[in-house]
């Protein structure tokens, strides 16, 4: 029978013979040496085949386990870490050189964000303002966006859009700084456009007998229903474009055809 004799407080030393897999590391704001652990390598009893089991990790030669990785060139050793600290020790390797790399910029748990603006509005990379700093932008730092189209180009002027959903634009994350952590990166954005909330003005000549409905707002989209004396005269209505204001125009006779006559008149989104 063989008895495993030791003197309390003594372990056996252990020696790695087979390198675990290294991997490209990024910037993330988060991660710390300790947290990364290596897939692959063997460790033994020293001067022996016998295999133990633990796990392999970095060790930075300056600093703490326990800092955040920032970019850069960094000077590390591979650790082998026994699970039976008792029984065995520690190893490490000589020292290697590895670049861990800027990170990549992206929004918080995958989700990508939702941009509601009126019907009109030029799109320009300040819409975007308050993503990159209500923590929807998954980052430490402030980055600056540029609107761009699918293809990465930048849209400097902005562009403007009907109303509907756009999934098909993207926002340019970079930093102006050279010293930052963070490297450029084409987020995708969802923007929605929505129909103005306009005043209607109402005006009836009766001369044409025409009514000859106006928006305040030159950004009215869509189509209207219009009531009259709470009645439904006119279903989905376009409206269109009239010089510096949209409108709608068409063939509408009252009953009561006096010169004075007061009809109520409403109009609303359909």
């Not at 600290?85 to 989700?111: A, H, R």
Request: a negative charge; aromatic letters at 10%; proline letters at 4%.
């Amino acid at each position: 029978m063989d008895i495993y004799v030791g003197i309390i407080g003594d372990t056996i030393e252990t020696e790695i013979i087979e390198e675990p897999e290294l991997y490209d590391i990024y910037y993330d704001g988060v991660t710390t040496w300790e947290d990364i652990k290596l897939e692959g390598g063997v460790a033994v009893e020293k001067g022996t085949d016998n295999i133990v089991d633990g796990t392999f990790t970095l060790v930075p030669e300056t600093g703490l386990s326990s800092n955040i990785i920032n970019p850069g060139t960094k000077s590390v050793k591979i650790a082998f870490n026994p699970t039976d600290t008792e029984k065995y020790s520690s190893s490490s390797m000589s020292l290697i050189s590895i670049d861990v790399n800027k990170g990549t910029p992206s929004w918080k748990d995958g989700i990508t964000p939702v941009v509601t603006v009126p019907y009109g509005t030029t799109v320009v990379a300040e819409t975007f303002h308050n993503l990159r700093y209500d923590g929807t932008l998954a980052v430490d730092e402030t980055l600056n966006f540029n609107l761009c189209d699918a293809e990465g180009n930048i849209l400097f002027d902005g562009v403007k859009l009907d109303c509907g959903t756009y999934t098909d634009y993207q926002l340019r994350a970079a930093s102006k700084s050279t010293q930052s952590n963070w490297q450029p990166a084409l987020l995708p954005i969802t923007i929605v456009v929505e129909p103005t909330e306009a005043e209607i003005t109402v005006v009836y000549n009766s001369k044409t007998n025409q009514l000859t409905v106006s928006g305040t707002s030159r950004y009215l989209y869509g189509t209207f229903d219009i009531y009259i004396d709470g009645e439904l005269v006119f279903d989905d209505a376009p409206i269109e474009r009239y010089q510096d204001t949209q409108r709608f125009t068409a063939d509408w006779k009252p009953a009561d055809i006096s010169k004075n006559s007061v009809h109520d008149i409403k109009v609303a989104y359909s």
